[in-house]
């Protein structure tokens, strides 16, 4: 599987990175409809380095006419994100065009934050580290897409569940 195959790319090379977006909602137990991997990653030179490096290895192309190494660059991500408007950068898979990964140039909330609270989902033998529940609510009230605001109250819903089953077991 897709997401099966990034992540444990993402893992073997340690690069800091979050789950967030759709994918997200699922670990979390929304029952929701998402095709890419929208990921956080610290933008750290070398963070990012061993990102692009592992999807590299993957074969994934960026959607836009960009190089590797200007997504590398800090001024033009800048320039991307304030004089372009762009939030983020799309990779994909040229030999399953649907495979698609998105990661923030500009992180939404400081990468530092989200690694002290994020939460980690064994899944298939590895570990999955996802933007908490907070952050990923706080993500999506920002883009303020219906779809988000029906994501958010979805992801209410199953912590209104979960609050009362853990009161029930008291």
């Avoid at 699922?26 to 095709?35: E, P």
């Avoid at 999506?140 to 979805?154: C, E, F, P, V, Y």
């Amino acid at each position: 599987m897709f997401y099966e195959k990034v992540i444990r790319k993402l893992n073997e090379k340690k690069v800091k990175y979050a789950i967030t977006g759709g994918v997200a909602l699922v670990l979390y137990g929304v029952v929701r409809f998402t095709a890419g991997l929208d990921i956080i990653i610290d933008l750290e030179d070398e963070n990012l380095k061993k990102f692009i490096e592992a999807i590299k290895e993957l074969g994934f192309k960026t959607r836009l006419p960009v190089s590797f190494e200007d997504i590398l660059d800090k001024e033009i991500r800048k320039y991307w994100y304030n004089k372009r408007n762009l939030k983020v950068i799309t990779f994909y898979n040229p030999r399953y065009e649907i495979e698609e990964i998105d990661i923030f140039i500009k992180e939404p909330i400081p990468f530092k934050e989200i690694e002290r609270e994020m939460e980690w989902f064994r899944v298939k033998n590895m570990e999955i580290p996802v933007v908490s529940r907070k952050h990923l609510k706080k993500m999506k009230l920002t883009s303020g897409r219906k779809q988000d605001i029906a994501d958010i109250k979805a992801l209410e819903e199953i912590e209104k569940i979960d609050k009362d089953k853990n009161e029930k077991k008291k």
